[in-house]
């Protein structure tokens, strides 16, 4: 039965609603497996690695959107670009980047950094653009961050953010990204 004009879409007052839920989580439960077959967690241990990711941050991303991350997207500060005549990534944090295969390597320089200098010094990315401003709104940071995805023939869920700063934090939502992951925890090993 379809809810008519004027029906607020709250819980249904059928009798038996109730009985019905547990049988439909019940038998939910009984067709997922208990645990995941170990070659597909072999698989994803690969999978993160490949990505310079630990399991347990790949799973979490994986299972929080059902895909796979199939871009890391940098900001200028977690990659360590700051100034404009040093458009350079640190070599340690370039080889970890460098070194990330399968998914697209993406970067967003911050004012007043010129992205194609950073594109141009660094060719381990695979594509650079402006970030977005301090101070645009919420709805046009989310959408300027979805464009530059979507010319990266990307879905945003598709989309892991890396980043150093509380406002590139607020892109993850905005943006609808798959996660968000701190550059600090991101390059741990240098």
Request: proline residues 6%.
């Amino acid at each position: 039965m379809r809810a008519g004009i004027g029906h607020n879409q709250g819980p249904t007052m059928e009798r038996g609603q109730k009985w019905r839920a547990f049988q439909w989580q019940k038998a939910r439960d009984a067709a997922m497996p208990k645990a995941i077959p170990l070659m597909v967690v072999k698989m994803h241990v690969a999978r993160a690695h490949a990505l310079g990711l630990d399991y347990p941050t790949y799973a979490a991303v994986r299972k929080a959107t059902g895909r796979d991350i199939m871009g890391l997207l940098f900001s200028s500060n977690a990659l360590r670009v700051v100034r404009a005549e040093a458009p350079y990534v640190p070599v340690e944090r370039g080889a970890v980047v460098a070194a990330v295969t399968g998914a697209r390597k993406l970067a967003l320089a911050h004012a007043p950094l010129n992205p194609d200098m950073i594109g141009l010094a660094n060719p381990m990315l695979d594509a650079v653009g402006p970030a977005p401003k301090f101070t645009e709104s919420w709805s046009a940071m989310g959408e300027h961050l979805g464009a530059f995805m979507t010319q990266q023939h990307l879905l945003r869920d598709q989309v892991l953010i890396i980043g150093d700063t509380s406002f590139e934090r607020d892109w993850y939502a905005a943006g609808r990204a798959a996660g968000y992951l701190e550059a600090q925890r991101y390059f741990a090993q240098t």
